[in-house]
């Protein structure tokens, strides 16, 4: 969607055979990690930008953003840090020796065939994960393990017939990483559980078809065809928008990027002896867990032949709890994600619906006919449901806007230390001579980009979105699209230069503001709709340039071609614009999407939607006595940001996350208990075989996530044949 960002403490004799140790104890390193701890002080360990869950930064490949900073060197570690000597660790002169091949055979027919199978397989697992709860772990190190698998599996197939094929090396492991990756993040980064989402017409009728602001005609139901070309006009340009500062940014102000780093040292491992063998060890636990995970899922359809039925509707506590969503549902993909997630993250989940569903909610019931009428339906915004929209959204603005301000600040700081060094525009520090980083510098220097061709091309595709857009959708002027793509690049490097010095991608809260600025700019008839289009075209632009930068540094560690990457991504992201789309409708005709009483509640669309009519309308649009109880959540939420800030680590740590808690108000308890079932999974297999856990850990959950996930192909399929489950399995009360 994750890995503990602190590192251990750099020993004083360092162990030079461990990739990570290497990377981060080597003298250079460690004096850049240094000057970036003095120069962000401020940051902490509450990532705030997330996908459509808002709680993880889909790119994250080896690191949990929310345990970016001094709090997360109490977390366990959820990586095969100890792989192996990888290249990280070898000498330079091997290092030297090895081929770097020319970027044109860095990608290969193999490769592309490879990321669009896993591709296509991970987009359906994120749109399930998108259109349920909106938490999507990042998947980054099993795209990472899969790619590998895949095609050294292939190699060796070829071998043992006798058939000669090209090596398989790091470089296009990095390629084929990186276009997997860019495929799937459309599933959830393109707004289907979203704002995109958010346009139909079911939500546009949950949020009330006579709330002020939420004007009649002010939806568009989904189609392929105009979804596919949305995604097309908004999700290139962002690849260009800061392809010429790559030098800038990657080897001039040598920022670290600690997704991309882990990214790189994961490849660098796989491709060495002692890698290939953890690898082996990997697809075993993979395997094993993807057949158990599938087999479970298939299990299971046979006893949901009807509303409320199933294990998925376990009352694990009992029936009172059950009422009030605190049971197991036994849904492995959920605990998959939480032996990914943090312990952080699942207990501020925990901790968010036993505040909500466990307290607020049994309390406001008895306010009814009080404080809303109760005439109103279970999904009425003039209801209870309102309380817990507006209630969550004030807790995501909360979190979002602070740590919105703090990378601003801490970008702000660390431009004007350097400048005050007069190391804008050359090499960092004398350190980066070594034959190390002279070699890395001369393969991402070697394939150089024309600056006309990134010129050209973001005019070109700029025109093309000023163009379609407001064809698209008549609310949307064509000098918003102007606007929107002339503040890309200074959006874009800000985020960027953020996200390689906290690994916190702001995309999402940039979406957020330009959502509340178009529309209360568009005004009452035009405002929701224009404030969500625009949210989707800020946010692409803004989260797609950074994750680029985070590419461009997994390349320069692997010695891979910018020119291999930049074309990896946009043929990733060509599969995600067409693959996204028609796996929503794949879902969007066999199950009931958007119904706030049932699984598919792809809560975020709503969410969004709310936002748009609070842009337009402004706090007219809240319940009654809402607007106090906002306030005291958003309050909350910043000063739970501030406390893990400037609290002393042993207390601030403990400090919940208040995007984390913000999910089960609108979503209920049980999946946050299927959360913490993996992250008590994971403490127990640390505390019993904690190197062998490190290892198997990414590949089990990883397993448990695909199984449960390929099952939605034949699940979907029984269900647009109209074929039921033959038993319903439902508990009661005793006579």
Known sequence: MLFVAARPPCPSTPDWTSPARRLICSSPARDRVRRSVRSSRFQSATGAAAGELELLVPRAAGMDRHELGSAGAAEIEKSPREAGPDMESEPAAARVAERVPPWREQLTVRGLVAALLIGVVYTVIVMKLSLTTGIVPTLNVSAALL???????????????????????????????????????????????????GLDKKTYELSGASTPGNVPGSYKDPAIGWMMGFLLAVSFVGLLTLLPLRKVLVIDYKLTYPSGTATAVLINGFHTPQGDKNAKKQVLGFLKYFGISFFWSFF??????????????????????????FFFDFSLTYVGAGMICSHLVNLSLLFGAVLSCGVMWPLMKKQEG????????ASSMTGLYGYKAFLCIALLIGDGSYNFFKVIIVTLNSIREKSKRGRLNRV?????????????????????????????????????????????FRQVKWYYVVIAYLLAPALGFCNA?????????????????????????AG???????????????????????????????????????????????????????????????????????????????????????????????????????LQLCAAFFAFAVLANVARDFLPQRIGRFVPLPMAMAVPFLVDANFAIDMCMGSLVVFLWHKLNGKKAALLI????????????????????????????????KFTPGS
């Open 497 to 521: 230069y953020g996200t390689g010095l906290t690994d916190m991608n702001m995309g999402y809260n940039y979406g957020k503001v330009a959502l509340f600025v178009f529309a209360a700019w």
């Open 370 to 377: 009080n404080w809303y009428s109760a005439k109103a339906s």
């Open 300 to 325: 299971q359809w046979f006893y949901t032949g009807g509303d409320f039925c199933g294990f998925m509707q376990f009352p694990t506590f009992g029936l009172k709890a059950w009422k009030q969503s």
């Open 147 to 197: 790619a590998f698998l895949a095609l050294r599996g292939w190699t060796h197939a070829l071998d043992r017939l006798g058939i000669a094929s090209r090596p398989f090396t790091r470089q296009e492991n990095t390629v084929v990483q990186t276009c997997i990756v860019a495929c799937y993040t459309i599933g959830f980064g393109g707004g289907f559980g979203s704002f995109l989402l």
């Open 524 to 626: 009452k008839d035009n405002g929701v709709v224009a404030g969500l289009v625009t949210c989707g075209l800020v946010k692409q632009l803004v989260l797609v340039s950074a994750d680029l930068m985070h590419d461009f540094k997994t390349a320069h560690l692997t010695l891979t071609s910018p020119r291999s990457m930049l074309v990896g991504q946009a043929v990733g992201t060509l599969m995600g614009c067409i693959v996204a789309p028609l796996t929503f409708f794949l879902f969007y005709e066999a199950f009931d999407i958007g119904n706030p009483e049932g699984y598919w509640k792809a809560p975020y669309a709503l969410i969004y939607r709310n936002m748009a009519i609070l842009g337009v309308e402004g706090f007219d649009a809240l319940p009654k006595h809402c």
């Open 698 to 729: 990414p590949a089990v959950a990883s397993g448990l996530i695909c199984g449960d996930g390929i099952w939605i192909f034949p699940s979907s399929l029984l269900a647009l044949a109209k074929i039921k489950p033959p038993i319903c399995m």
């Open 428 to 472: 960092a520090d004398a350190d980066s001579v070594a034959i190390d980083d002279m070699q890395r510098n001369e393969v991402f220097n070697r394939d150089n980009i024309p600056s006309w061709v990134t010129y050209v091309g973001y005019v070109l595709l700029s025109a093309i979105a000023v163009v379609a857009i407001p064809l698209i």
